[in-house]
């Protein structure tokens, strides 16, 4: 079992920065792959960034590519996404996600996750 609690989430304007911060339980951390998806109002939850369970590749949907930077520390169990040149359209509960050795090809799809916390609210003012 592993919980993921989210942090770092806020109101900051069009141009700012955040960085959200996902805190992971267990001592298994570094056999998860980690993503980040957003989900804005009306909408569907959308992938957001993904780091592989051994760390050595990242992905991002198309969006955010060149501004937000996924990284991981297992020794802190966490995961950890850089959110720069933010705009409007990022406004978004954002959720961490957990796959256990979860595949790359799969890093995109929800459903390849087994854990999820509970979202943190980002907005971006125009």
């Known amino acids: 079992q592993v919980q993921l609690v989210e942090s770092g989430g806020g109101l900051v304007q069009a141009g700012g920065s955040l960085r959200l911060s996902c805190a992971a339980s267990g001592r298994t951390f570094g056999n998860y792959a980690m993503g980040w998806f957003r989900q804005a109002p009306g909408k569907e939850r959308d992938f957001v960034a993904a780091?592989?369970?051994?760390?050595?590749?990242?992905y991002y949907t198309d969006s955010v590519k060149g501004r937000f930077t996924i990284s991981r520390d297992n020794a802190k169990n966490t995961v950890y996404l850089q959110m720069n040149i933010l705009k409007p359209e990022d406004t978004a509960v954002y959720y961490c996600?957990?796959?256990?050795?979860?595949?790359?090809?799969?890093?995109?799809?929800?459903?390849?996750?087994?854990?999820w916390g509970q979202g943190t609210q980002v907005t971006v003012s125009s």
């Open positions: 996600a957990a796959g256990y050795r979860a595949p790359r090809f799969g890093l995109s799809d929800a459903s390849t996750y087994n854990y």
């Open positions: 780091i592989t369970w051994i760390g050595d590749i990242t």
